[in-house]
């Protein structure tokens, strides 16, 4: 349903709407969409692996490459729901394939993100990327919680999807510019950003579980 999507400025943007048509032209089905944000998760978490072992233009390249990993999930999963809802494409297996390739990629972006730093931070790094991963699905938990407890779905953060993946996406790219230009700094920033995801996402977690709870006494 329209009402349980998340709501997006891109989705009504021309560019949008052009993709999704031509998408929905082509008989692209969501559920193949939405799989294929599974194919650039995977490549987003090789490029974090590749990017420990890497150093200066190189570890750049890597980093810069799981930035636009990211990128192109998130423009996955814009064009899926609107091929499915905007060209009637949607089929009986739509809800399972919007959901479950969403928690898979988070944790991989996340996770990768982690085991990027696991030269730097051997201890902690990994941690936070996993930690960062169980937070996202439990944002998603109780998103749905709430759906299924009365109806309405909390798409509020300030670490929902878009805006952890915005604050990843933002690491990759400083992290790239610092191995650069400053190559004593450019691991110190990407693990910034990772904290930074795991505090927002927390943040979330707690804000969406009060809201829930709200509306439960309400």
């Keep these: 349903m329209i009402e349980s999507r998340r709501p997006l400025k891109s989705r009504g943007t021309g560019w949008a709407r052009a993709a999704a048509a031509g998408l929905a032209r082509m ?18 978490f090789a490029a974090f692996w ?4 890497a150093a200066g233009p190189a570890r750049a390249g890597w980093l810069l490459l799981a930035g636009v990993a990211i990128q192109l999930r998130l ?5 899926d729901g609107m091929v499915a809802v905007e060209h009637g494409k949607g089929g009986a297996l739509g809800p399972i394939w919007n959901e479950l390739p969403d928690r898979i990629a988070d944790a991989l972006f996340l996770v990768g993100a982690g085991y990027a730093l696991r030269h730097y931070d051997p201890a902690f790094g990994p941690v936070l990327g996993w930690s960062a ?8 938990y109780v998103r749905e919680l709430g759906h299924a407890l009365t109806g309405a779905v909390d798409f509020t953060g300030p670490g929902a999807k878009p805006h952890r993946m915005a604050a990843l996406t933002a690491g990759c790219v400083l992290s790239a510019l610092a191995a650069v230009a400053l190559p004593d700094w450019d691991r110190a920033v990407l693990w910034l950003a990772l904290a930074v995801v795991v505090v927002l996402t927390a943040i979330t977690v707690g804000r969406r579980t009060a809201r829930l709870a709200a509306r439960l006494k309400a």
């Design 27 to 44: 008989g692209a089905t969501p559920d193949v969409i939405s799989a294929s944000s599974l194919v650039f998760a995977a490549v987003g």
């Design 50 to 53: 590749q990017s420990a072992d």
């Design 75 to 79: 423009l996955a999963n814009l064009l």
């Design 133 to 140: 991963a169980a937070l996202a699905v439990l944002t998603a």
